[in-house]
């Protein structure tokens, strides 16, 4: 499975964000998946995840009622939209695989990884 992300950006405090991050080599269908950010001088972390039928939703702390993950099986696509950025939300953002039924926000439960797209939010 290789996973490309995309819809980086530098944006203002207040403003929102939609990523995304394609799927090719194998359908995501039967995957939970990922999102993680990194970041400068800190270790990555998770940030939401979503289960492989689209039912369950999983989401840090730091993002709950700001972000919203989904998927489209039909396009092989996950999203994160996030609002109300904070200069906080400054990372590298991931999109990971992992071929689990449930929820993880492990990272070492997550087998397939992105190259990750910059989102950076000034004050």
């Known amino acids: 499975v290789q996973l490309v992300e995309s819809g980086g950006g530098l944006v203002q405090a207040g403003d929102s964000l939609r990523l995304s991050c394609a799927a090719s080599?194998?359908?995501?269908?039967?995957?939970?998946l990922g999102w993680f950010r990194q970041a400068p001088g800190k270790e990555r972390e998770f940030v939401s995840a979503?289960?492989?039928?689209?039912?369950?939703?999983e989401y840090s702390d730091s993002v709950k009622g700001r972000f919203t993950v989904s998927r489209d099986q039909v396009k092989n696509m996950v999203y994160l939209q996030m609002d109300s950025l904070k200069p906080e939300d400054t990372a590298v953002y991931y999109c990971?695989?992992?071929?689990?039924?449930?929820?993880?926000?492990?990272?070492?439960?997550?087998?397939?990884w992105g190259q990750g797209t910059q989102v950076t939010v000034s004050s």
């Open positions: 080599g194998r359908t995501l269908s039967r995957y939970t």
């Open positions: 979503i289960s492989w039928t689209g039912l369950m939703t």
């Open positions: 990971a695989a992992d071929v689990s039924f449930s929820i993880s926000t492990t990272q070492a439960d997550y087998e397939f």
